[in-house]
């Protein structure tokens, strides 16, 4: 494993054409996709959202959810990919994908599914509720019973003798304590769930090998939120998990530009650095 000066200086030496990129620690090299004859592909894509205004265009009942007209409201566009694969007999596939959700759904037909685990997903997040909600409760009964010392020891403190104070103070003392440890728990197993949140992503790649986010992520930083919900890595695990074989990949902005003023309507931009590139290389690999 190179350190990230090093992986830079890999990663500025690839070819300028490359859209799709990142560094393979098991190959230790940078594995890359150009945009082949994908960027055809994406203007047509561009053309269908275009005439449609929404992106379920293939089912003949729309819902009103898929419409495209979030992408010009409060929230800004969203990044739209498109890949050319050729199958096992050569005929091209072209896949495509949206980035993240789109207006709160991972999945939408003629689209690729995100590359988690949906089903376990909603296994988890229905589980996640369920404690947090019982935490929130604990919590909620430690804050009253804190409050209910608190004023007996206030009480104490103007009438009763010493020795009931202590009392009083010692009660009190434990219940803030006691909710102190309700809170901790609560934040502690919000932590702790987000590894296993992150763990649903189990990341297909052209070797045949299947490996959790969590162990493909390569910087030690943490694993930025969003990581694996890019269109690269969707379309990337697509086509690995149908045994297509990429060509081409494109990814580019639909909508109002963002707050950062970095992405623009119709502009093509490569994988993005923070949470693509660390797993990028491993996504790509055996290509
Ligand atoms: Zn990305
Ligand atoms: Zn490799």
């Given at each position: 494993m190179r350190n990230s000066t090093d992986i830079?200086?890999?990663l500025a030496a690839l070819?300028?054409?490359?859209t799709c990129y990142g560094y393979c620690p098991?190959?230790?090299e940078v594995h890359y996709l150009t945009e082949g004859n994908s960027r055809k592909y994406a203007l047509e894509l561009m053309a269908e959202l275009e005439q449609h205004k929404r992106i379920d265009f293939r089912r003949p009942d729309p819902?009103?959810?898929?419409?495209?007209?979030?992408?010009w409201g409060k929230r800004g566009g969203q990044m739209f990919g498109v890949l050319e694969c050729i199958d096992a007999d050569g005929k091209t596939i072209v896949l495509r994908a949206f980035s993240g959700q789109f207006n709160t759904r991972w999945q939408a037909e003629g689209w690729v599914p995100p590359t988690f685990d949906l089903a376990g997903y909603a296994r988890m997040m229905a589980k996640i509720e369920a404690a947090v909600q019982h935490m929130t409760a604990d919590i909620e009964s430690c804050t009253q019973k804190a409050e209910q010392c608190k004023l007996k020891f206030e009480e104490a403190m103007r009438s009763a003798g010493r020795a009931a104070q202590k009392d009083c103070r010692r009660q009190?003392?434990?219940a803030l304590k006691t909710l102190d440890l309700a809170k901790k728990n609560r934040r502690t197993y919000s932590q702790s769930m987000l590894a296993d949140f992150q763990d649903l992503y189990q990341l297909q790649n052209f070797k045949g090998n299947q490996r959790s986010i969590l162990n493909v992520f390569y910087e030690e930083r943490g694993i930025p939120t969003g990581s694996g919900d890019c269109c690269a890595p969707k379309l990337l695990h697509a086509a690995a998990q149908n045994k297509l074989t990429p060509l081409g990949l494109s990814e580019f902005y639909f909508g109002k530009e963002n707050k950062a003023?970095?992405?623009?309507?119709k502009e093509f931009y490569p994988g993005c650095k923070n949470k693509c590139q660390p797993i990028l290389g491993y996504m790509l690999?055996?290509?």
């Open positions: 830079d200086q890999l070819p300028k054409d490359a098991d190959c230790d819902e009103p959810i898929f419409s495209t007209d979030c992408l009190m003392r434990e003023s970095t992405r623009f309507h690999c055996g290509l």
